[in-house]
């Protein structure tokens, strides 16, 4: 046991290496702030990538899900901005620190005399300026400041994700009660757990004000409050660092500045643009839906090729979502066209509710460990009718066995005297895989009642897939040149290659198509099953050219 003298000098030896390391961390803050600057600019690709895929495979059904993406990646990229401009803050003045230093170990302290100024100018930079010394330990502190302010933010945006984790954990546990009749429940904790999360964070914003109120019995209720969100959002964890700034005046208004820098970084800044076409039609000039249905426009986000030569690569961090429809080409050299229209948020009400077609998988997020597929009656019937035929021929074969009408099967053995396995034989299959040779009538029985409903099935589930193609085909209607021309379509269920958007992919002819301009019309139906007037459509023109190979 350590006597209080050594635990005296332990303790003023680790302050003394405090004071050193706090005296050479700038060393570390570079190699921090490098690394991360580094790091933080290469990822802005993938976090493009993460809005985009959001945008291609979140529809707004998901409900939860979707609302906890988008708010993390809103927090991420809030993250991320704070984290490039503090961080490359950090490092200029970090830089023009180590510049003063270099200058005063050359030049040391300002001499205001031999510079020959007049007196008052000389009082004034004085006064003003003041010493290099008293420079150099401002860019001391500001530095350090900034380094440790971006990582508490960066903090304190992980513990606004955990709200969202907690708020979408309690959304699901809703859905679960509600199977019960209990949803109130559910409704009643969201409520609970917002209003409660609302006073901790008017105390986190306040600097602690509610923890003043001079009361021991609601200081005890508060107290159990604060340490379950301090717990589950993680906040236990930078709460050291917080009240660091909190303490000294420097630093807290620095923490108050917090809230309108974050709003400037995000939504101020970034509003600011150059117009230098005024008469050119853009989306916000002339409205969303009149830009897109313009055929006096060329919109390079609708064509396959003028995307990918806009935005350079197929990783460039520009590459958008195809959100409605996309040709292949502006210009065809060939005798036929490729038309991709993806599947929408609102095709899932029409193909429902319109068309009553049941969809083929649970909607929504999953889990690759759980069943994702809609129990289809048919499908229900098909296995339940196939599984009672299998179930009777067992119980045959295993009363013919008792009778001693069948042998009991018997384990083969290899040539050095090892069981292999029951006598069965196998013969090569269609694909070259094995297929089981029936010993008895049963078994064949049994294979001819498997291969009986696995076709019944497979004819179902191809019909299925064939009318929700049929389904979105009338959905989407292609003009060109303002002649229909859906008959003339070839279309196939397709994932497109951009982000991997599903939907269908069409191949029309051109070869009655002469020379030169043409204009390719696609109207898309919608349907809302809440409206009187449920069905609406939408269209977009695009223009394209055909250029033969002559």
């Known amino acids: 046991m350590e006597t209080p003298e050594k635990e005296i000098k332990k303790k003023v030896s680790f302050s003394d290496w405090l004071e050193l390391l706090q005296q050479e961390s700038w060393q570390l803050e570079l190699l921090v702030s490098g690394f991360a600057l580094f790091g933080i600019w290469e990822s802005r690709y993938l976090l493009m990538r993460f809005s985009a895929y959001i945008g291609s495979h979140m529809p707004d059904e998901v409900g939860g899900m979707l609302f906890l993406l988008a708010g993390f990646y809103g927090l991420l990229k809030a993250a991320w901005s704070i984290f490039f401009i503090n961080l490359l803050i950090h490092v200029v003045l970090r830089g023009l620190w180590i510049g003063a230093i270099g200058l005063r170990y050359v030049s040391g302290e300002i001499d205001y005399k031999t510079l020959g100024y007049n007196e008052i100018f000389e009082d004034y930079l004085e006064r003003r300026v003041g010493r290099f010394d008293h420079y150099i330990e401002k860019l001391e502190k500001v530095c350090s400041v900034i380094f440790a302010y971006t990582f508490l933010l960066f903090f304190i945006f992980l513990s606004g994700v955990m709200v969202l984790v907690h708020l979408i954990l309690l959304g699901e546990l809703t859905g679960y009660l509600s199977d019960f009749g209990w949803d109130n429940l559910g409704i009643i904790l969201i409520i609970i757990y917002l209003i409660l999360g609302f006073v901790v964070l008017i105390d986190f914003l306040t600097i602690g004000s509610i923890k003043k109120v001079r009361s021991d019995a609601f200081a005890k209720v508060y107290g159990f409050i604060y340490r379950f969100y301090s717990y589950t959002t993680l906040s236990f964890l930078y709460r050291p660092l917080l009240f660091n700034f909190f303490d000294y005046k420097y630093t807290r208004r620095l923490f108050w500045f917090s809230v309108p820098y974050v709003i400037l970084v995000l939504f101020f800044i970034p509003g600011f643009y150059l117009e230098n076409n005024a008469f050119y039609p853009s989306r916000d000039s002339i409205g969303k839906n009149y830009y897109a249905a313009s055929p006096e426009i060329i919109k390079s986000n609708y064509y396959d090729d003028l995307r990918y030569q806009h935005y350079h690569s197929p ?112 013969k090569s299959g269609k694909y070259g895989d094995r297929e089981r040779i029936p010993t008895n009538k049963y078994e064949a029985s049994r294979d001819s009642v498997r291969k009986y409903w696995a076709a019944y099935r497979d004819d179902y589930v191809n019909g299925k897939i064939l009318a929700i193609k049929n389904a979105l085909l009338d959905a989407n209607q292609i003009y060109i040149d303002d002649r229909p021309y859906q008959d003339q379509l070839t279309c196939k269920l397709f994932t497109h290659p951009n982000l991997g958007e599903k939907g269908i992919q069409c191949y029309f002819p051109t070869d009655s198509l002469p020379d030169g301009e043409h204009i390719l019309r696609w109207e898309r139906k919608t349907y809302n099953p809440h409206k009187l007037d449920s069905i609406h459509i939408i269209k977009r023109s695009l223009p394209f050219w055909i250029r033969s190979q002559r």
């Open 315 to 426: 990783d460039d961090i520009k590459r958008i979502t195809i959100k409605e429809v996309s040709l292949a080409e502006s210009e065809i050299t060939h005798s036929n066209g490729k038309l991709f229209f993806p599947f929408h948020k609102e095709d899932f009400n029409l193909l429902r509710y319109k068309y009553n077609l049941t969809p083929l998988n649970e909607y929504g997020f999953q889990h690759v460990f759980f069943d994702y597929v809609v129990e289809d009656t048919v499908l229900q019937f098909i296995n339940k009718t196939e599984g009672a035929e299998l179930l009777k021929l067992r119980r045959a074969e295993r009363a013919a066995r008792k009778a001693g009408e069948l042998p009991k099967p018997k384990l083969s053995k290899s040539e050095n005297g090892a069981a292999e396995g029951f006598s069965v034989g196998f």
